[in-house]
């Protein structure tokens, strides 16, 4: 289990904090945003944002782990449906979360060039999404992914938790 922890740590470090690190940092510098901004409200609240959002998604990323048994990454996929916590509401909030914490930075530096990077990265994941994850998914869970694609929106929030009753954790 402890592999597993790792292997989660290091896709956490490497992919999530590429696309809203790194990315982030080398569009503002292109686009001329090089220093601190000063204090505001706005930028508190989009400071606030970002750190929920990035717990948003680090929380999902520990729940591949410990519901899962694997990590959110393709090579080394959840071997159990990840149904539980914010899984139960949105079929997708780890990548909420990342979209998130890039419109918190879009706010905090007043860059519409990372509002572009959100948008083009949400699509990018969209496509990844209902062109490999899905189908993939729904080879792998069969009819138990199905039940849950009809209760839980792919972007939009479910009213009503996701419950599998035959499930026992």
């Given at each position: 289990?402890?592999?597993?922890?790792?292997?989660?740590?290091?896709?956490?470090?490497?992919?999530?904090?590429?696309?809203?690190?790194?990315?982030?940092?080398?569009?503002?510098?292109?686009?001329?945003?090089?220093?601190?901004?000063?204090?505001?409200?706005?930028?508190?609240?989009?400071?606030?944002?970002?750190?929920?959002?990035?717990?948003?998604?680090?929380?999902?990323?520990?729940?591949?782990?410990?519901?899962?048994?694997?990590?959110?990454?393709?090579?080394?996929?959840?071997?159990?449906?990840?149904?539980?916590?914010?899984?139960?509401?949105?079929?997708?909030?780890?990548?909420?979360?990342?979209?998130?914490?890039?419109?918190?930075?879009?706010?905090?530096?007043?860059?519409v060039s990372l509002i572009v990077y959100a948008v083009v990265l949400w699509?990018?994941?969209?496509?990844?999404?209902?062109?490999?994850?899905?189908?993939?998914?729904?080879?792998?869970?069969?009819?138990?992914?199905?039940?849950?694609?009809?209760?839980?929106?792919?972007?939009?929030?479910?009213?009503?938790?996701?419950?599998?009753?035959?499930?026992?954790?």
């Open positions: 289990m402890r592999i597993l922890f790792v292997k989660v740590i290091i896709l956490i470090i490497l992919v999530p904090g590429t696309v809203v690190v790194i990315v982030p940092y080398l569009i503002l510098l292109k686009s001329g945003v090089i220093g601190w901004p000063g204090v505001s409200i706005i930028r508190i609240l989009a400071s606030v944002m970002g750190v929920l959002c990035a717990s948003l998604s680090l929380y999902c990323a520990w729940g591949f782990a410990v519901h899962g048994h694997g990590t959110p990454a393709p090579i080394d996929p959840p071997k159990v449906l990840v149904t539980q916590g914010l899984y139960a509401f949105n079929r997708n909030p780890m990548y909420v979360g990342i979209i998130g914490v890039i419109l918190s930075e879009a706010l905090f530096f007043g860059s699509f990018g994941f969209h496509l990844f999404i209902i062109s490999y994850e899905e189908p993939h998914l729904r080879s792998q869970f069969g009819k138990a992914y199905q039940e849950y694609c009809q209760k839980v929106p792919r972007w939009g929030v479910a009213m009503q938790p996701f419950c599998d009753e035959e499930r026992t954790s």
